[in-house]
């Protein structure tokens, strides 16, 4: 067996700015992911009148008040009760978030499988290039066709037949 033959094979990495994308869709997805969760629980603490002074209700309505900021105003919020109120722009937020959240999904998975098509070319390139030194060692070591083949000795410690 030759020392490339033993040698383990390289490692196969992506390239670096395929792994830098997908980590960037992967921290925007999660960004979006909160957003919605904050949004929906927002749209249910002011649907069913909860306290905004209690410090569950203070801290949702404070995460997703970064959220719903560019959706403010669009729609007015409808009262339900006497404390309690459908706020209409939060549910339209959440729809566009949710969109927004199926594009950088789908953009994840086109990233993904696309590095995973890189990791595969790499691989294969590195089997071809090994393929073709096996095969480039095993022809260095049978002699050509039609050559004098080495006479045969028999090994010193033996003693040769009488003829």
């Known amino acids: 067996m030759t020392a490339a033959a033993a040698a383990p094979p390289p490692a196969v990495k992506a390239p670096w700015y395929l792994t830098v994308l997908r980590a960037s869709a992967w921290l925007l997805y999660t960004w979006v992911v909160v957003g919605v969760v904050s949004l929906t629980l927002r749209v249910f603490l002011l649907l069913f009148g909860a306290n905004p002074t209690a410090d569950f209700s203070a801290l949702v309505l404070r995460v997703s008040d970064s959220y719903l900021q560019p959706f403010r105003d ?18 339209f937020a959440i729809i ?35 393929l073709t030194q096996q095969a480039a060692d095993s ?14 000795r028999l090994p010193d410690d033996q003693e040769r037949p009488p003829i």
Not at 74 to 91: G, K, N, Q
Not at 139 to 152: E, F, K, R
């Open 96 to 130: 566009v978030y949710g969109l927004f959240a199926g594009l950088v999904s789908a953009g994840i998975a086109a990233l993904s499988r696309h590095v995973i098509r890189a990791e595969q070319r790499q691989r294969d390139e590195l089997a071809r290039q090994l």
């Open 74 to 91: 669009i729609f007015p919020p409808r009262p339900v009760s006497e404390t309690s109120y459908l706020d209409v722009s939060a549910i």
């Open 139 to 152: 022809m260095a070591a049978v002699p050509p066709a039609g050559a004098p083949s080495a006479p045969y």
